[in-house]
T-cell receptor, first 112, second 113 residues
Framework: GENVEQHPSTLSVQEGDSAVIKCTYS??????FPWYKQELGKGPQLIID?????GEKKDQRIAVTLNKTAKHFSLHITETQPEDSAVYFCAASITGANNLFFGTGTRLTVIP | EAGVAQSPRYKIIEKRQSVAFWCNPI?????LYWYQQILGQGPKLLIQFQNNGVVDDSQLPKDRFSAERLKGVDSTLKIQPAKLEDSAVYLC???????????FGPGTRLLVL
């Protein structure tokens, strides 16, 4: 099956700075790449996703980039705020949004 | 719109006991997923239903885990007998249809002693 690696495992940034989280995947057939935010005691919440026919997608302060050749994709959060503090997971799937393979997560801490 | 509901939120059992989790998906969502999330890891898919039929259960340990979605709405996931390594958060997710965005419930945290 698909193998997704995620880095870094922890990330601390000052409020207002940018944060970047990177993921690589193993199966070149993967075609769907969502990012989820998980707060303590809650289930993951989708924050942005991208499909393999698109190289970049942006939603306000959040953007995702995809490099299919290198098989990696990244999450960019600009102007970070304390409420951005959470664990972020990337995922990949070869069957659209069905069987998601998740990375190991990045704990983001935004320091006020 | 109500989200995915799960119960119980927490469960503590002894090894070799049985346990069941319940999930009520978002109204109208045909696809339902169960994931296992071990502490410090990302969720791992256990089983996917489309209405009341199983689409993918390749990662479900069928010797001890079972799941059903009899009327195509609610679903239950059962573990019998439980092992220490089953300690995890069990997440339920639903989507309007296959290949649509998955929405997760709050999960059930299981501790096996």
């Amino acid at each position: 099956g698909e193998n997704v690696e995620q880095h870094p495992s922890t990330l601390s940034v000052q409020e207002g700075d940018s944060a970047v989280i990177k993921c690589t995947y193993s199966d070149s057939a993967s075609n769907y790449f969502p990012w989820y935010k998980q707060e303590l005691g809650k289930g993951p919440q989708l924050i942005i996703d991208i499909r393999s026919n698109v190289g970049e997608k942006k939603d306000q302060r959040i953007a995702v980039t995809l490099n299919k050749t290198a098989k990696h994709f990244s999450l960019h959060i600009t102007e970070t705020q304390p409420e951005d503090s959470a664990v972020y997971f990337c995922a990949a799937s070869i069957t659209g949004a069905n069987n998601l393979f998740f990375g190991t997560g990045t704990r983001l801490t935004v320091i006020p | 719109e109500a989200g995915v509901a799960q119960s119980p939120r927490y469960k503590i059992i002894e090894k070799r006991q049985s346990v069941a989790f319940w999930c009520n998906p978002i109204s109208g969502h045909a696809t339902l997923y169960w994931y296992q999330q071990i502490l410090g890891q990302g969720p791992k898919l256990l089983i996917q239903f489309q209405n009341n039929g199983v689409v993918d259960d390749s990662q479900l340990p069928k010797d001890r885990f079972s799941a059903e979605r009899l009327k195509g709405v609610d679903s239950t996931l059962k573990i019998q007998p439980a092992k220490l390594e089953d300690s995890a958060v069990y997440l339920c997710a639903s989507s309007l249809w296959a290949d649509e965005t998955q929405y997760f419930g709050p999960g059930t945290r299981l501790l096996v002693l």
